[in-house]
């Protein structure tokens, strides 16, 4: 099911809040297919707060007056993804937290893959931003969510790829972004084409010199690159924060974070993600772990909950969705 683009349109202008005062066009996946239900349980959707209420409490209406389902709540104010490393840590990227002054303003959406049917919405206390992040080359674009409570099952939690992974292995990226090319124009019906149900899409990782060449010199090494020579399958706007995927040891684990890329899919213009392995010791000095490490198959390589830019010829973008 997806809701008519003018509702998107509509909810853009209606709900401006601190998390989309960008106007940046933001991921979505491109080429890829629908997830199966429960899939990757460790992927998060994160939600605008203000939007959820709105929407809740039956004061969000449609571009024809129309009141805008409860169910609906989710789908509109999903704008970044994410993945859940522990139970009470979300795995994202700078750029989709960074203009966000109070957590309460953001909710973590767990245990879901159809964005209009079941899922958690989890209360982030607190927003860690990786100090190092830089917004004019887009180098260490991660950060790290809190959450009030631990997630419970069907959620569960992924690992953080060990090294690098090899040249041409594999990957899987997934996400809830616009499924076409064109977003620039927020009015185009046919570029607003946010699935409800989560998108995945394999593509092999590239080598750095090759990203390189792409980017000018601009792929620094706390960068991932993936995508193919000839385009077509990529994450795009929309899926911002969401987990790039590979196995390892017979598990899934994330290897990078959706961060920007130049334009969606076009040849010779690779995905580019943040190296997660570049920030283990980061992300373990808050959270004490780099993920879960039992589970496997399709599910995002989880343990049980339990136990826990860049000058260039061509259009950069962060990708950040800006869906209220």
């Not at 977003?183 to 019906?189: G, Q, R, V």
């Amino acid at each position: 099911m997806k809701p008519a683009s003018s509702l998107r349109v509509f909810l853009l202008l209606l709900f401006i809040s601190p998390i989309a005062q960008s106007a940046e066009i933001q991921p979505r996946i491109i080429g890829g297919q629908p997830a199966d239900n429960g899939e990757w349980p460790a992927t998060v959707g994160l939600l605008t707060k203000a939007t959820v209420d709105a929407i809740v409490s039956g004061t969000a209406v449609d571009a024809n007056g129309n009141i805008i389902p409860a169910n609906q709540a989710n789908f509109f104010a999903q704008f970044c993804g994410g993945s859940l490393i522990t139970a009470k840590w979300v795995l994202t990227a700078a750029h989709c937290v960074d203009n966000i002054n109070n957590p309460a303003d953001v909710l973590a959406l767990t245990g879901a893959t159809d964005l209009l049917v079941a899922g958690t919405r989890m209360v982030v206390t607190n927003i860690i931003v990786h100090p190092n992040w830089n917004p004019a080359n887009n180098d260490s674009d991660i950060a790290l969510l809190e959450l009030a409570q631990n997630a419970t099952t069907p959620a569960q939690t992924i690992p953080l790829f060990v090294a690098d992974p090899v040249v041409g292995t594999t990957a899987t990226v997934v996400g809830w972004g616009a499924r076409n090319f064109d977003n620039s124009d927020p009015l185009n019906p046919i570029s607003n084409d946010f699935p409800a149900i989560l998108e995945e899409v394999e593509v092999p990782v590239v080598a750095q010199s090759t990203c390189n060449a792409v980017y000018g010199g601009g792929i620094t090494n706390n960068m991932i690159c993936a995508g193919f020579s000839f385009g077509t399958k990529d994450s795009c706007q929309g899926d911002s924060g969401g987990p790039l995927m590979a196995l390892q040891g017979g598990l899934y684990k994330q290897i990078g974070i959706v961060s920007f890329g130049s334009g969606c899919a076009l040849p010779d213009a690779y995905g580019v993600y943040t190296r997660v392995d570049e920030f283990s010791g980061w992300v373990t000095s808050f959270t004490g772990t780099t993920g879960g490490s039992s589970g496997g198959g399709d599910d995002g390589g989880g343990g049980a909950i339990s136990w826990l830019l860049l000058p260039l010829s061509l259009f950069v973008f962060l990708r950040r969705r800006f869906r209220l």
